[in-house]
């Protein structure tokens, strides 16, 4: 059965308060498993240390490096008359009276001091922030970017990441992304744009602080969301009462296994050797099929 929506693709964002719940696991088996019936394309937009490539074999298709675009002082035609220190939200532009300074690591790229400088002096130009890569296995279009080293800013790429799926997702009917852990700027750009999210967390007190974290992030956005509640069997129930409390829809229960830690170690895709993980991914599937 092929998922859908009027447009003919869902975007579905697998997200998580914090790193190490198994946002991964889940998005690399989810995205192989329904592979099966129809056209993936998963998207790693944890650009600062992306590792769904781990588990996932397929071929290069295609690379690029990726550009964000920050303003250059040309010091003979400026007067130093300071509006593009008085526009710049970000104090990204600094007027020293005799010496404009341009911090490329402050700079959103938002063009308003280029725009608005009088003189022309702040032209935009570009400056690598790192790399886009395509992969594919002709059931499963992988695209994964990496922030260069010392690059300090996951926003613009985790952007321009996007609109390369966009552009590729035409015969696509599933997007699923595999979103960067917390609830700072980089995973609102990843999610914000989904129709679904599913938020991976563990029966513990870290993943219950951290899971309220990112709920009220999805409902700060309005974004569909349910719980996939990870390692079950450790910790303790208080993600079930908080989700019990909160009217928050546990859609699956993956049970603590050792065997997943050991598929999962060794780069293997769990579903072909765990039933129960098998199960879950047939009910966050249907959970996808829903209107």
Same mark, same amino acid.
């Given at each position: 059965?092929?998922?859908?929506?009027?447009?003919?693709?869902?975007?579905?964002?697998?997200?998580?308060?914090?790193?190490?719940?198994? @946002?991964?696991?889940?998005?690399?088996? *989810?995205?192989?498993?329904?592979? %099966? &019936?129809?056209?993936? /394309?998963?998207?790693? +937009? $944890?650009?600062?240390?992306?590792?769904?490539?781990?588990?996932?074999?397929?071929?290069?298709?295609?690379?690029?490096?990726?550009?964000?675009?920050?303003?250059?002082?040309?010091?003979?035609?400026?007067?130093?008359?300071?509006?593009?220190?008085?526009?710049?939200?970000?104090?990204?532009?600094?007027?020293?009276?005799?010496?404009?300074?341009?911090?490329?690591?402050?700079?959103?790229?938002?063009?308003?001091?280029?725009?608005?400088?009088?003189?022309?002096?702040?032209?935009? @130009?570009?400056?690598?922030?790192?790399? *886009?890569?395509?992969?594919?296995? %002709? &059931?499963?279009?992988? /695209?994964?970017?990496? +922030? $260069?080293?010392?690059?300090?800013?996951?926003?613009?790429?985790?952007?321009?990441?996007?609109?390369?799926?966009?552009?590729?997702?035409?015969?696509?009917?599933?997007?699923?992304?595999?979103?960067?852990?917390?609830?700072?700027?980089?995973?609102?750009?990843?999610?914000?744009?989904?129709?679904?999210?599913?938020?991976?967390?563990?029966?513990?007190?870290?993943?219950?602080?951290?899971?309220?974290?990112?709920?009220?992030?999805?409902?700060?956005?309005?974004?569909?969301?349910?719980?996939?509640?990870?390692?079950?069997?450790?910790?303790?129930?208080?993600?079930?009462?908080?989700?019990?409390?909160?009217?928050?829809?546990?859609?699956?229960?993956?049970?603590?296994?050792?065997?997943?830690?050991?598929?999962?170690?060794?780069?293997?895709?769990?579903?072909?050797?765990?039933?129960?993980?098998?199960?879950?991914?047939?009910?966050?599937?249907?959970?996808?099929?829903?209107?």
């Amino acid at each position: 059965m092929t998922i859908k929506n009027q447009y003919g693709i869902v975007k579905i964002a697998i997200a998580s308060g914090k790193g190490g719940t198994g @946002k991964t696991t889940l998005a690399t088996n *989810l995205a192989a498993y329904l592979s %099966g &019936k129809q056209k993936i /394309i998963l998207a790693d +937009l $944890d650009v600062e240390e992306p590792n769904s490539g781990l588990f996932i074999r397929v071929e290069r298709k295609h690379e690029e490096i990726m550009y964000k675009m920050i303003p250059g002082w040309e010091e003979d035609k400026c007067t130093f008359c300071g509006l593009c220190q008085e526009v710049c939200n970000f104090n990204a532009v600094l007027n020293m009276g005799k010496l404009i300074l341009v911090y490329p690591e402050l700079c959103h790229s938002c063009y308003a001091c280029s725009e608005l400088c009088p003189e022309g002096a702040l032209p935009m @130009k570009k400056q690598r922030m790192g790399v *886009l890569k395509h992969f594919s296995n %002709g &059931k499963i279009n992988f /695209i994964e970017s990496k +922030l $260069d080293i010392g690059q300090e800013q996951a926003v613009p790429l985790i952007a321009q990441t996007l609109d390369y799926v966009d552009k590729h997702s035409e015969n696509e009917s599933l997007v699923i992304l595999d979103s960067p852990p917390g609830t700072s700027c980089p995973v609102i750009e990843a999610t914000k744009e989904a129709d679904k999210i599913l938020l991976v967390t563990e029966p513990t007190p870290f993943g219950l602080h951290d899971l309220k974290l990112a709920v009220e992030t999805m409902e700060k956005l309005d974004k569909e969301f349910v719980v996939v509640l990870n390692r079950y069997g450790v910790g303790n129930a208080g993600v079930e009462e908080y989700c019990k409390e909160n009217d928050i829809r546990i859609i699956a229960m993956i049970p603590d296994d050792r065997q997943v830690a050991e598929l999962y170690a060794r780069g293997k895709l769990v579903y072909k050797k765990s039933s129960a993980f098998r199960e879950a991914l047939d009910r966050i599937a249907e959970y996808i099929l829903e209107n």
